[in-house]
Every structure is written in structure tokens, then in C-alpha cells.
């Protein structure tokens, strides 16, 4: 068998291999795509290949599977932080890689599948478009509003749209105004599309039905905190799933002095987004989630309270996931042991 650390670029990869039957060490730079291909297609089945987390690897993930090759997905930041040595080249990362591999340090990541992943690409492009819906309507509002026009979101409304057509503007103002309205037109219907796409996304998952039923959470958060969490029971506690999403504090304490600071910020931003806006629809229709919301609003200040928020609902919807749960067998498993606090039975 033979087990290779692989320091991946977007044009070329260097690669350590380790052959167990010989025990030597042989390196390797292969340029992309033609050169990996042939390396790879002539090697035995079996092998197995380590690297570090990147953004374009799935042709590599592809070619290897079609070999019936192994990758391991290594987390970046622990790769990096177990190098000792101040001179990095990419032999010497390529031979840290394979290292961690032999001495079974090799920090691996879980890696959803490419179904997954494919659907999580219309998550995002739907929200890339939204906020390109957003930047459009930012821009006619403004042009409004220089014209004394301020209608706000009533200017969206079909009298409102009457008026921002009929607004007496020189003449590359007009054709702006008019391009504007074709994008924003054209962005409404390929939203809704999408929203369709992700209906029927939902409508194939039962556990993403079952997240639904929670106030506050629609078909984009639930399928996005299904996509993005994997197989719950990888997580032993809801503090965990918080870590994962970046909304606990970052912390800097020594000497017996505990320091807090600002939420991590670590894994996707994408859900981090959907679940704050998904928390503040929550607290309106959640008795508990809405008390604690105003409760933390005041003593601290309602971006702090939005953020607690949306950790509560980011565990809720984890535990929802882990046993089947919908909205309410949540409600009833849950025992209140204060204004503030939740546990679960049993």
C-alpha cells in the first residue's frame, strides 16, 4: 500500500510518497491536470492520499475515487500549527503531510458528499443573488430619494413602482433608472426559482421538514444547517455545534485571569448569517427565545442579544437533528430550569 501526503496548488501538487513494502520515501511535482491524472491512474488501487482542506479540489476528489484511491481532508489550521520548523518549502510541507499520515496524527475532517455539496451551491447562489437584489434596490432608492420621494418599502408596492417610473430625471439618470428595473426584474423571477429549487430540495429531506417546524426557521436555514452540521451525532453537546459555527466568544486567558472577547467567527459565515436572521423570526413567535432576547437586550445591547440567540436556536435545531425531533417533542423534552436556561431530559 501506498500512502502519500499531498501539498495541493491550484497549477501543480507536490507529493511525498511512502511505500510500505520497500519503506523509501520518493518525491514527486506534478503539474495539473494531465500529469496528476496519468501518476494516479498508474498507481495500484488502494492508496491513500492526505491534504489539506482546500476550495478547489473536486476534480482531484473525482480522479481519485474513479481510481479507487482514499482522500483524507485534513483541517488547515492544526496542520499548520503542528509545524515546529520556521522553513516551509512545498517538499517540506508535502513530507509534513505524509508524516501526520504515518504516525496517525493526521487531523481529518468530515467531508460531505458531492450531492451535498452540489446543493449547497444553490443555497448560495440564491443568496448571492438576493443581496444583488438588495444593492439594485439600494441604488433606486437613492435616486428616489434625491428626487424627494421617500417611500421606503412601499416603493416596492405596484403605486410605488408607478412613481419611481414616472420620476422626472435627466436623461443617463433615466437609462440607469431603467437598467436598474430590468436587473431588479430579472432577479425577482430568478429568485423565485430558486426558491422553488430549494422547495423541492426540502420536500426530499425529511429532517429538514422536521427543522421547519421550529418558529422563525424556513426551508433556506433548514436546509443549510442540514447541509452544513452533517451527521449530528458527530457532535457530543450543543456547545460543540456552537463552537463549530463560530458563535461562542474567543477567549485569551492565563494566569487565572479569564479574558472573553468577541464571537470566533470560525466555520461557514453563510450559516452564521441565516441563523441570526432565522433567530430574530424565532424570538417573536418563541415564548423563551423571545424573553430571553429582551431580557439580554437590555441588560447588554440587542447586537449581543441577536447573537446569543441565534446560538439557543443553532442548538436546538442540532439536538431537533440528533433525535428526530420536531418543534414541539422539543418542547416536551426540555425541562426548564430557569428564565435563561434550558436542559434536556433524561
Known amino acids: 500500500m501506498l500512502i502519500i501526503g499531498c501539498d495541493f496548488h491550484a497549477g501543480f501538487q507536490q507529493v511525498a510518497i511512502f511505500d510500505k513494502q520497500t519503506g523509501e520515501i520518493e518525491q514527486k511535482r506534478l503539474k495539473h ?3 496528476a491524472e496519468r501518476f494516479y491512474r498508474s498507481l495500484p488501487p488502494g492508496v491513500r492520499v492526505g491534504m489539506e482542506a482546500c476550495g478547489h479540489y473536486p476534480w482531484f476528489e473525482r480522479l481519485l475515487a474513479s481510481c479507487g484511491h482514499e482522500l483524507w481532508l485534513g483541517d488547515a489550521s492544526a496542520i499548520r500549527a503542528s509545524v515546529v520548523r520556521k522553513q516551509k518549502t512545498d517538499r517540506r510541507d508535502a513530507e509534513h503531510l505524509l508524516q501526520l499520515l504515518l504516525q496517525e496524527r493526521f487531523p481529518r475532517i468530515w467531508v460531505p458528499s458531492l450531492e451535498e455539496r452540489d446543493a449547497r451551491q444553490l443555497l448560495v447562489h440564491r443568496h448571492k443573488q438576493v443581496q444583488a437584489r438588495t444593492r439594485v434596490k439600494n441604488q433606486l432608492q437613492a435616486m428616489a430619494l434625491s428626487q424627494g420621494v421617500q417611500k421606503k418599502r412601499k416603493l416596492w408596492s405596484e403605486a410605488g413602482r408607478a412613481e419611481l417610473e414616472k420620476l422626472e430625471l435627466l436623461p443617463y439618470a433615466a437609462q440607469r433608472r431603467q437598467q436598474l428595473l430590468v436587473a431588479l426584474d430579472q432577479l425577482e423571477e430568478e429568485i423565485v426559482r430558486l426558491n422553488q429549487q430549494v422547495d423541492e ?17 424556513g426551508p433556506v436555514t433548514a436546509l443549510a444547517m442540514m447541509l452544513t452540521l452533517g451527521p449530528a451525532k458527530r457532535f457530543a453537546s450543543g456547545k460543540q455545534v456552537a463552537s463549530y459555527f463560530g458563535l461562542i466568544p474567543s477567549e485569551h486567558s492565563s494566569g487565572g485571569g479569564q479574558r472573553l472577547g468577541h464571537i470566533s467567527k470560525q466555520g461557514s459565515s453563510f450559516l452564521r448569517f441565516l441563523l441570526v436572521e432565522a433567530g430574530q423570526s424565532a424570538a417573536r ?3 423563551e427565545l423571545g424573553r430571553f432576547y429582551r431580557r439580554l437586550a437590555i441588560r447588554k445591547h440587542r447586537g449581543l442579544a441577536k447573537v446569543a440567540v441565534a446560538r439557543k436556536l443553532a442548538v436546538r435545531l442540532y439536538l431537533m437533528l440528533r433525535e428526530d425531533w ?15 436556561h434550558a436542559v434536556v431530559a433524561g
Do not use: I
Open 33 to 35: 491536470r494531465e500529469e
Open 326 to 340: 420536531t418543534y414541539a417533542q422539543l418542547c416536551r423534552a426540555v425541562v426548564q430550569v430557569s428564565p435563561s
Open 285 to 287: 413567535y418563541d415564548r
Open 201 to 217: 430540495e426540502v420536500k426530499q429531506r425529511a429532517a429538514a421538514q422536521r427543522l421547519m417546524t421550529h418558529p422563525g426557521v
